[in-house]
């Protein structure tokens, strides 16, 4: 019996062998890779190099300070008394040898008063016994001297009270100007008080005590003319001159107090004011300087990569201080050695390396 198939089904069975022809065609062909040609060499880094350079360190950085009056001086009563009369009070202007302040001690008086009578009797018995001497055997030559040194010791007591006298009364010791005044007519005052009857200052002339970095102190430029600002004037600048400096650094803010002269004739500036100073820093001797990108750090140590022959070193360094761009470094270096433009503890000791010459860093 012949058997007849539907024609789509003979169809389909037709186009198998193509479709299978093109399935086959279309599969991806795989190949392995080319083996490497290198020589088996890791590649040499290039690497962007700088010069050392040293220079003069010249920076101006902004330093805190105070003024202080040039002269300051609390004025005490040296013996229990009473202010008679003072003639002077806060903000006054006085004279050298100007009388502030008159004190009076009756007690003083009187035991002035009592050494002086003592003396004129002790002084006529030295007379008397000193007449009588003159004749032999009348009166023992002793007995004179002792009459003698009486009279000497009455003298020196009753010196003493008129010196005393003199501490009653308070003069000025220099021109100035009253600041604090703490007593009035009939205060009761002595050397125990823990007050003042008066202060002066002397202010025409003030001391600007500006606190230096111990980075600093190696260049204090003495005689220099330094400007500085005050709250009290905004956008003014005054002036002083470095006068004066400490020798000795502040255990705890490892700062030294240096002194500038500042002259304040039209009294504009008063003491207490705070200051903030251009303090222009130096170096007795020319530093050596790298890029700030130069220097590498590390949890152990600080460092710049040097380049010799074609491979790197690594130089431990102390940062100094920065200006612009670059930073100063103190270690085993000199002017002119290659290094790194940046370093990093990626770049190990002893690598081989090509050196390019990079920019030269803003000085």
């Known amino acids: ?3 007849v198939l539907p024609r789509s089904l003979l169809v389909l069975v037709s186009l198998l062998p193509a479709l299978g022809c093109e399935r086959t065609s279309a599969e991806p062909v795989t190949s392995q890779a080319p083996a490497s040609t290198g020589t088996g060499d890791a590649a040499v880094p290039t690497v962007l190099a700088v010069k050392v350079i040293s220079q003069k360190l010249s920076k101006s950085i902004r330093l805190p300070g105070e003024l ?48 002086e009578a003592k003396l004129a009797s002790n002084l006529a018995t030295y007379k008397r016994l000193e007449v009588a001497a003159k004749t032999p055997g009348v009166v023992a030559g002793n007995d004179v001297e002792i009459a003698e040194k009486l009279v000497a010791a009455d003298r020196s007591r009753l010196q003493a009270y008129s010196q005393n006298e003199a501490y009653l009364k308070i003069a000025a010791p220099f021109d100035g100007v009253i600041t604090e005044r703490n007593v009035h007519e009939g205060s009761l005052v002595g050397p125990a008080s823990s007050l003042p009857l008066v202060r002066i200052q002397e202010i025409a002339r003030l001391r600007l005590v500006v606190y230096v970095p111990e980075s600093a102190v190696g260049g204090i430029p003495q005689g220099q003319t330094l400007h500085f600002t005050v709250p009290a ?61 130069a220097v590498a750090t590390t949890t152990e140590r600080k460092f710049v990569i040097r380049i010799r022959e074609d ?18 470094v103190f ?15 990626e770049l190990r000791a002893g690598t081989r390396v090509i050196s390019k010459e990079a920019s030269p860093p803003a000085k």
Do not use: C, H
């Open 1 to 3: 019996m012949k058997i």
């Open 68 to 115: 202080w009056a040039y002269r300051n001086v609390a004025l005490f009563a040296k013996l229990p008394s009473f202010v008679e009369r003072i003639g002077v009070d806060r903000g006054s202007d006085v004279k050298k040898g100007e009388l502030l302040a008159q004190l009076t001690a009756p007690e003083l008086e009187a035991q002035k008063n009592e050494a």
């Open 233 to 293: 004037y905004p956008g003014e600048v005054f002036a002083g001159t470095v006068s004066r400096e400490a020798y000795a650094l502040d255990s705890k803010m490892r700062t030294m107090p240096v002194e500038l002269d500042v002259q304040n004739g039209d009294r504009k500036l008063t003491p207490g004011m705070f200051a903030e100073v251009t303090w222009e820093m130096s170096r007795p001797a020319p530093s050596l300087f790298v890029p700030q990108s």
């Open 311 to 328: 491979k790197t070193e690594w130089v431990d360094v102390r940062p100094g201080q920065p200006v612009g761009t670059l930073i100063e």
């Open 331 to 345: 270690g085993d270096l000199s002017a002119g050695d290659q290094i790194a433009q940046r370093g990093t503890d």
